[in-house]
T-cell receptor
Framework: GESVGLHLPTLSVQEGDNSIINCAYS??????FIWYKQESGKGPQFIID?????DKRQGQRVTVLLNKTVKHLSLQIAATQPGDSAVYFC????????????FGGGTRVLVKP | GAVVSQHPSRVICKSGTSVKIECRSL??????MFWYRQFPKKSLMLMAT?????????EQGVEKDKFLINHASLTLSTLTVTSAHPEDSSFYIC?????????FGSGTQLSVL
């Protein structure tokens, strides 16, 4: 999701369900993508990354999908838990630009018990 | 990943005073650190790239005389907000570059009265 106006888009998920968070990135030359999780009052925490030569990568309970054709990135969280409640940011990077990540607007995930 | 310590976590100061924020890489020698600023419910905006032993590189629109960055060692970068004003109130976050991944500190909430 992308931020619209003054508020973050919010995804409400029932505990135990799967979550899908979407991100549209801007630069077709970007070749490296990262998902971060940010809890209130804390810095972003690395979740998972993917290079542009891949279209899927799996971690522990998380999967990142990359569709370069439409410049779309998604993060899937399996069996969402209360501890997954946070704001999730995608970030894109272009190797030629060093590590100057460009962050998306963020999506808030609220897990309902 | 790299362990990044940021201090203080919260600071309240009077308008016109200066505030120093420290970012330490605890287990990794970081030649490059990044400083970000984040407004409530917004994404992270890169302010500057801190380079060990050389001048920082500032993003467009960021006043270098207002936000002084010093990266005197491979484990410490500091951001000093000089002559702070209420509009400088924000969440400031540093990050350490390890390979192509960035690892973030816990952030500093600055409130200028």
């Amino acid at each position: 999701g992308e931020s619209v106006g003054l508020h973050l888009p919010t995804l409400s998920v029932q505990e135990g369900d799967n979550s899908i968070i979407n991100c549209a990135y801007s630069n077709s030359a970007s070749d490296y993508f990262i998902w971060y999780k940010q809890e209130s009052g804390k810095g972003p925490q690395f979740i998972i990354d993917i290079r542009s030569n891949m279209d899927k990568r799996q971690g522990q309970r998380v999967t990142v999908l990359l569709n370069k054709t439409v410049k779309h990135l998604s993060l899937q969280i399996a069996a969402t838990q209360p501890g997954d409640s946070a704001v999730y940011f995608c970030a894109e990077n272009m190797e030629a630009a060093g590590n100057k990540l460009t962050f998306g607007g963020g999506t808030r995930v609220l897990v309902k018990p | 990943g790299a362990v990044v310590s940021q201090h203080p976590s919260r600071v309240i100061c009077k308008s016109g005073t200066s505030v120093k924020i420290e970012c330490r890489s605890l287990d990794f020698q970081a030649t490059t650190m990044f400083w970000y600023r984040q407004f409530p419910k917004k994404s992270l905006m890169l302010m500057a790239t801190s380079n060990e032993g050389s001048k920082a590189t500032y993003e467009q629109g960021v006043e270098k005389d207002k936000f002084l960055i010093n990266h005197a060692s491979l484990t410490l970068s500091t951001l000093t907000v000089t002559s702070a004003h209420p509009e400088d109130s924000s969440f400031y976050i540093c990050s350490v570059e390890q390979g192509e991944k960035l690892f973030f500190g816990s952030g500093t909430q600055l409130s200028v009265l």
